[in-house]
Nanobody, 120 residues
């Protein structure tokens, strides 16, 4: 069975840094583009960042560009989200997702999420 498991969330002060991880199993990880999404209380889920299977292309939401960095280690079947200069508005549940890179236009696999809470 396909499984995506996020970790690394927690309670941090504004301005701090943390790194989220997403470990994948049950799929050929190197064949999948990966993304990070988040959902804050009372708000819709939003796109955060994405990375292609070979790390050739990364994309970021305007709200996080310059502060967040997505990366992956295909040997470890893991995608990361480095979060720097964290802001209170970054408070959300963060989800990783995967899509088959060759033909898929939407993400078909999702993790359960990890909570990031930022204090002022």
């Amino acid at each position: 069975q396909v499984s995506l498991v996020e970790s690394g969330g927690g309670l941090v002060q504004a301005g701090a840094s943390l790194r989220l991880s997403c470990a994948a199993s049950g799929l050929t990880f190197s064949s999948y583009d990966m993304g990070w999404f988040r959902q804050a209380p009372g708000k819709e889920r939003e796109f955060v960042a994405s990375i292609t299977r070979n790390s050739g292309t990364t994309r970021y939401a305007d709200s996080v560009k310059g502060r967040f960095t997505i990366s992956r280690d295909n040997a470890k079947n893991t995608v990361y989200l480095q979060i720097n200069s964290v802001k209170p508005e970054d408070t959300a549940s963060y989800y990783c997702a995967g899509k088959f890179a060759v033909v898929s236009t939407r993400y078909q696999y999702w993790g359960r999420g990890t909570q990031v809470t930022v204090s002022s």
